[in-house]
């Protein structure tokens, strides 16, 4: 997954390159502890749960533009919201592998 600095820096309005990069770097550990929870809460039926971890994901993935990571929780949250529990799992397995399968290409510019 390319990281465009530049649009990134536009966007935030930091210039810092090397802070940027912290924060996608962050992003992933962060960002982490909610994927390993939503298994168990699919399992517990706790939709609020799944609503909340999953949207913390895609937030935070919209703000560092990292779209692939994005889409994938958009997709899982849309399903959370409408309550369709028939497509959790599948959603989930696809927004895991996104999320862990990412290696980050940080792109200098647009």
Do not use: W
Request: hydrophobic fraction near 40%.
């Amino acid at each position: 997954m390319k990281v465009d600095m530049e649009t990134l820096a536009k966007s935030t309005g930091i210039s810092n390159i090397e802070q940027l990069k912290g924060f996608v770097n962050d992003f992933f550990t962060i960002c982490s502890k909610d994927l390993a929870r939503i298994p168990q809460v699919i399992e517990k039926g706790d939709n609020e749960a799944l609503i909340r971890h999953s949207h913390n994901i895609y937030g935070a993935a919209y703000r560092l533009r990292l779209e692939d990571i994005k889409q994938a929780a958009a997709c899982l949250v849309r399903a959370a919201n409408n309550m369709e529990t028939e497509k959790y799992d599948k959603l989930y397995d696809e927004l895991a592998e996104v999320f862990t399968t990412s290696s980050l290409d940080y792109k200098e510019t647009a």
